[in-house]
């Protein structure tokens, strides 16, 4: 099969045949129906800092948000067969640490992450681990669901680590307005925020961010996002703060503008340590910062797939590009571009049959 | 009455003879039974940095930490009659604010501190709203009743915003072990904590911690406490840090030693900004950081009540000295020495009847 | 000025004229624009056994659901002033009990209510305590504002004791469609609900609850909502039951139509003790029931007023009729015909400007 | 080996020489250390209604509260090895279903209970599914690690459907103090409950509930338990109540001696259906009812862990009797009479060891 992988401890891939692999007796091997490209696989093209330190082995195909048809599955797997359509969880949880026997396997002390500590799915297959597979069901079409990771992200960041008991009736800010901003912004409305301010310097976004249902759009390079959320919302902030952009000044500003007894989670990830003032922002203001990583197991996947199987949250407005497999090398320089939503590598790009109106390369 | 006083914004203070207030129409007046020095009140003796921007009015009499029998109460006060032995809860709420109105009165929008904002309680007598006015009840020492107010901040702190159901039968580490990181220790312990680490480099706070039931004591001038709470939490960290130290290097450090999941609380104030690595100790760990001031009005002041009448938490290793209002600047230098717990401060110091074995100056 | 009053302890009520009444001190005196009638006024006009055992004093004034115009205040109020719009809370609170303390004054040990224990609202002028006046603000047109008493009783029901984290991407049934139902409907769809499903025998209503956005009706009358609530969820039951009918039936009914690990927030008003299968449907399923009555003071009035002003809950289908004060007794047959929604008593019935649409008797 | 097996499905069993049982390819086999005896097997012993109704195949053995060493493992088995000490999750969940998937396997739809459903404890080998057998760990008696699963029910109970965050400071009553309402009398001591109060018939119980560390003993044939409990709460009720006896008229009163918001946790299952006053006790009361089964997979066990290893809770009191398999009738006439705490079956009764101060038959 086709796999676009890295060969060596650098920039670049390559679009490589290598043989189909075997599931092992716990695992499934998937026909990729598509896989979208994340901020993480721009790493690991480029060979960033972190790409250097985080990966262990190459040569490996690396992607990781990914869907498709079930192929074949392991000895040990029961409760899946040939055919069933899923969507894979890329947090690959050992089961018996602490955080996974009390519920929180997606912080298990001994995570492992698709396409990064494993072979990955930018190619014809991939192999999952059984319990990393989960079903997409009726009334998703194939290409969203393989945004269906990054948007659960978007969903995880919404309900928090308290529910998400919160956002209905209150006003929320987005900062960084990437694909999983443009997520959490439809993900807030269909919660029943009040007002939903959409805080990002590229235009292109901001305007996504719009078509998503943000009620207020800011540009912080033209004005001071604190003093505008401030005076929307009567001089009492925002109760709840959706960090997505991990710039190191936007998460400070994010403090600023949160109300007292309010709720910033905290999805970006800083290239660097960050300078807070605890003080004012958030002692005397009882705020409280949380981080969000993943997405619950499975909790956060039963409330992705009601939110997008209903309608309530329309994605197609984010899923902007679809290119085949060998086309990568503009699927990427398209997603590093600032001008895409979630792109998806597809390796047969005339399956779709489903999706239709976004750009097709 | 006398009344200890800050004459001019400068360092200082002055034991002056004054008129016995009068109380307002929604006020009662209070004759002070005992007020105990808090870090804020050296501040204000001081005349730091913080004084000098905080405080508005001089010549004003300071101190809040304060108990005292109601002596003579105002027009509108319906529900507290002369003779009532109370305590001082000392925000000062508006009562009509988005905060007050939804419950969160301790963190009111226009919130003002007894002591700071209004005539303080290091006098003979004080005006409290009576709101502010907490009958203490039966069980309750006179001289323990003076110090609820930091109590409360420690029972705050161990509750945090989420209810404290991450507290029994999990690790805590109480970070910084002045008066109030001393009663933490005892009030985690009431509330059926595993294990309670205790990091605080004065070595007389630290025996008190042990005397409030601390399970181990970390001194961080000889030991890594990060490394020395891994290795005593077999490398998985404590549930909750309690952070009372507002030293910044001391906050990275409580991140650092958290669990996955877990929760910090930070009460004490920094001088300054603090820097944290969000990366690796708050979004990929998804802890929670959370700010605490004040005190729950008055659900709070209830679980202080309780913990305090039913002896299921005994303060008075931490209630070292006592002294006449005379000698205030024997009891702040006794504050000020490292070499003490809670240092009241007593109009009548005869008047204590019901307390014993502590040194009384 | 007129006034609608019980004039004997016995069925029946009088239009008579009596002294304008003074605000005591904490008080204020509204102008009243309208006052709905709720099922609580049917029982006092007709006097029933509830009636009978409930009301202590006649002669008196009944009707509680009031929005209108500060007239005056008394001399201990000091954040409103004539001419505020504001709508009543009708829980007195007494503000000293163990529940008021703790935040939950709506529950308050000492509680009375407004036009049951009080001089109520069907008149020219009615007094509040000044702690009860809910000021309306901007953008909720004050007939609406007239319904926002009921209408918060659907939201803290839909929010209940957890917070309402449980609404979003869940389905809702509601039990019982009376004009509280009818707002339920409303108000979960616009906290996220994925499907709600109405039950109700009355043709009307289910009507109305239909235009309020409810997925599914059902006729208990011709099906088994039981099984047919089972039915529409593939077997699992819905996570949610709000129960607005207070039937007896219906309540062992919402049991069983809940979802392992559901919630049912109980608000309609059983005439005589219910009973419950609490082995299968209740301790095997983890099912929580809750008790519901009246309205966060006032987190549930700030959730009313966000979802009313800003339109994500349009009421106008259920307030359905409008009559002067002089034509009460059409009025209240209206409300007992089980063909209408909110009817609404005006004193001064041209004095609607705002509100059109609606039947006007 | 020997086995004690219902033979019929009629009263009695018979200890009868069967196979050593295989375990399946992702199972455990088990040598059995002590099965303690439940109700549940009084139950399958007498063969009652229930029993008929509930189990399906026999011949089996029964019993289900285990700990034991693994002996040896299936094929798919690969975190636990033989030597390991366990104690066995009765509650044998799918995996696959929505509670399942949400972290609520506890509650799994398709349920199946060891010893009801599948062959069980009460012999010198048995078959668990791998991931119901808990690792006990260091600190824990092998005999005390055969009641951790009615510990844990115990301790569920006491957290609740909340997290526990009512019982630190506040009033509890446990109704019922079989075994299971003896360990709640400590666990919510542990998690520092203000008073516990044991409501209990039975003489020899209540001195068990008082050796457990009762603050209060109610007999409710002596005295009213509804005007007992108000009154030694000054007419507050307790927060929260554990109903632990399944009488339906200790149900009723368990509402009855709540406190307004209070919570009552149901784990005792009545015979028949529950008569309850919704209107006074339920609803104007805001009280919580919820349904308690089995335990948390796994947070109830790694609390359960703690409380036991650390002496938070000594269960020794409770475990009074130790029995040789041969002397099962024994076993099961002091089980039902009603003077004793858990009764432990021991296929070699001289293997204890680590435990003693129990009678041993």
Known sequence: MRALRKIARGPGA???????????????LVRVHGASICGTDLHMLDWNEWADRRVRDVPMTFGHEVAGAVHAVGDEVHHLHPGAFVAAETHIACGHCTTCQTGRA????????????TEGAFAEYVVLPAQNAWVVGEGIDPDV???????????HAAFG??????????????????????????????LGAFEVIAIEPNGYRRGKASEMGADVLLDPTEVDPVAAVLEQTKGVGVEVVLEMSGNERAIDQ?????????????????????????NDQVIFKEARLQGITGREMFRTWQQTTTLLSTGRVDVTPV???????????EAFDTTASGRSGKVI???DPEATGHTTGHTTG
């Open 14 to 28: 390559e679009l490589v045949e290598v043989p189909i692999p075997e599931p092992g007796d716990d695992e499934v």
């Open 106 to 117: 997606h912080i298990c002390e001994n995570l492992r992450i698709l396409g990064v500590d």
């Open 145 to 155: 669901a393989s945004i269906m990771e990054p948007f659960g992200n978007a969903v």
């Open 161 to 190: 680590t308290g529910g998400g008991e919160d956002i209905a009736t209150n006003s929320v800010a987005v900062i960084g307005c990437g694909p999983i901003g443009m997520f959490a912004v439809g993900v807030v409305r269909a």
């Open 254 to 278: 994010g403090t600023r503008m949160l109300a007292r007894g309010g709720r910033m989670s905290l999805l970006g990830l800083p290239d660097a340590s960050v300078t807070l003032d605890l």
């Open 319 to 329: 899923i902007t590009h679809r290119f085949g497999l060998d086309r990568w090398q």
């Open 345 to 347: 590598l597809a390796p």
